[in-house]
């Protein structure tokens, strides 16, 4: 049917494919028009959007990369260009760092790489052949693209963690040598009071102290160095980027992208490597012996450190994976504990429905479950394949075996209180009561070592977390974290902004605590320091935990009406 208004299409020549006199449309070969050779299109490539001259459509049909392609004849191609495969201007200037001769063309989706055909020819055909793209065909889609912004905003953050990194290293050099000058100037005090026999021992200490001082400064040159040097890169490429994208260069946009994310992996190399220095805050200890007996000792005393640890690390979380636990039960899935037996398997404790529930990640869903006749509150890992959970109102601690798709119960531990939270840390469990108010801790068959309580220190402490060093303690009634050591000496207390619930503990000894009535979770430096909210609203977060294997925090979101119930995996890359 003719469309009024419009011509219908002629049959094509044999050659020129023309339509009309005055309003010859012709088409020619694309591949060939890049090199500056005008030849006649004889087809239509549907996968590469391009007109192909005779020897380029025979070729296309036999190389590896497009053998497989959909090919029209010149009967059945698109007589006109399509504005919508219009490519990028092909004005390549970037050589191939492997041929020098070429310039780069191509982009391996698979690899990650900018090649030249040279490269694509010897390294990217392989049975199956990669995912290689002309540039031009894909650079377009990069103009104001999700990826720009996201690898803006990762140089802008790497950016921000190097300067970071050299501020804290800067103020914790400024720290060391601080102490080592009020070091030097006790030395000088002590000095006075003994005779001159002790003269050789006090250059010796002297000198411990200024080689410590010359290995500070290098230490802080080094890290300037590399800081500056990163910031200074970063800049360029974000610079680069941005005036790429504003000329809608798009190649050289396309490219700068790319060498921006190689470069961002290579300098968060750097500047995690610079981060990992030790800088020592010392202090002068007089030895007591030479002070009441020069005469039989042999040393002016000691140079003792103390390792200094820069601000919170810079972690940025985002929300990586949910799963649902909506309609799995009759009632809301209300989780209060949760751990993690492999990378793979969750165990939780669902406080609502009496139940501890084994959770595939991987799967998103559960895959074993053991109902009590009481309500669970809080659960360690023992091993691989056991854990311990507290049942507060039964008075008990209950041990359950747990296989791949089953969970069991070994064996019931009484004890004397409501217990709530439970850890477990090399082969001792730390437990807390709320009624009585108290932490304990014990061995796993029961044997209580130690006990803390007291109205002062806890009124409701519902979770505990371990580490090789100390206990951290969340009070809901009192809103505070209190670290212990093991020796059930209290060392130290934090005052939260809102009642504290679940809390888990990094490898670097960072604590997070989740905050049910403000829907947060909180990120706390171990010496209570330094602190910063990490996520926000989640819906009442009771239970949180830290897998240091694959720098993911777990945690939950639940309403009453059971329309909000997940568990919720938040990533970070530090």
Not at 174 to 202: A, G, P, Q, Y
Not at 561 to 566: H, I, K, L, P, V
């Amino acid at each position: 049917m003719a469309v009024p208004g419009k011509k219908p299409y002629k049959q094509f020549s044999s050659s020129t494919l023309s339509m009309g006199s005055d309003e010859d449309l012709k088409v020619y070969c694309q591949p060939c028009d890049r090199d500056g050779l005008t030849l006649p299109a004889y087809g239509y490539c549907t996968n590469c959007s391009e007109h192909l001259c005779e020897t380029c459509f025979r070729a296309h049909r036999r190389h590896t990369l497009s053998r497989h392609h959909n090919l029209l004849d010149k009967i059945s191609m698109p007589p006109t260009l399509s504005t919508a495969t219009q490519r990028q201007p092909d004005n390549f200037t970037n050589p191939c760092p492997k041929h020098n001769a070429e310039m780069v063309k191509f982009y391996c989706h698979d690899h990650k790489a900018l090649l030249c055909s040279v490269c694509v020819t010897l390294e990217h055909t392989a049975t199956p052949p990669c995912n290689v793209n002309y540039i031009p065909d894909i650079s377009g889609k990069t103009i104001n693209s999700n990826e720009y912004q996201d690898v803006l905003t990762e140089l802008s953050d790497l950016a921000e963690r190097s300067n970071k990194t050299l501020q804290d290293m800067k103020e914790m050099n400024v720290v060391s040598n601080k102490s080592l000058m009020e070091t030097l100037t006790h030395i000088m005090k002590f000095r006075t009071k003994i005779n001159e026999r002790l003269d050789e021992l006090e250059r010796q200490v002297k000198e411990a102290a200024k080689v410590i001082q010359e290995d500070n400064i290098k230490i802080f040159k080094s890290v300037e160095t590399v800081c500056r040097d990163v910031s200074k890169s970063l800049k360029s490429s974000s610079d680069a980027i941005k005036h790429f994208n504003a000329s809608k260069e798009a190649n050289d946009l396309f490219m700068e992208l790319k060498h921006a994310e190689q470069m961002i992996k290579e300098y968060e190399q750097k500047v995690d490597k610079v981060s990992e220095f030790e800088v020592k805050e010392y202090n002068f200890e007089p030895n007591e012996a030479i002070s009441n007996l020069l005469n039989k000792e042999m040393s002016l005393g000691t140079l003792k450190g103390r390792t200094l640890h820069p601000d919170l690390k810079y972690r940025r979380f985002s929300q990586m994976d949910i799963i649902c636990m909506k309609r799995q039960d009759k009632d809301t899935c209300i989780i209060t504990g949760m751990t993690l037996l492999t990378p793979d398997l969750l165990i939780i404790t669902d406080y609502q429905n009496r139940a501890i529930k084994m959770v595939e990640i991987s799967k998103k869903s559960v895959q074993a479950r053991h109902n009590f006749d009481s309500d669970p509150w809080d659960v360690t890992s023992i091993s691989q394949n056991e854990v311990a959970v507290t049942l507060p109102f039964n008075l008990t601690i209950q041990f359950l075996s747990v296989s791949r798709n089953k969970i069991k119960i070994k064996h019931t531990l009484k004890v004397d209180g409501e217990c709530h939270g439970i850890s477990f840390h090399k082969d001792k469990m730390v437990v807390s009561f709320c009624n009585p108010a108290k932490v304990q801790i014990m061995l796993i068959n029961g044997t209580v070592i130690q006990t803390i309580q007291g109205e002062i220190i806890f009124k409701d402490p519902l979770y505990i977390t371990t580490s090789d060093n100390c206990i951290f303690v969340s009070d809901l009634t009192m809103k505070t974290v209190t670290k212990l050591n093991w020796q059930s000496e209290v060392k130290g207390k934090y005052v939260c902004t809102a009642n504290p619930h679940g809390l888990t503990m990094s490898d670097d000894g960072t604590v997070y605590v989740c905050y049910c009535d403000n829907n947060t979770i909180e990120e706390i430096s171990e010496d209570f320091s330094k602190e910063q909210v990490v996520v926000k609203d989640i819906q009442n977060p009771q239970a949180v935990y830290w897998s240091a294997e694959t720098c993911t925090l777990f945690t939950n979101s639940w309403d009453y009406t059971g329309e909000d119930n997940f568990i919720k995996l938040f990533k970070t890359s530090k």
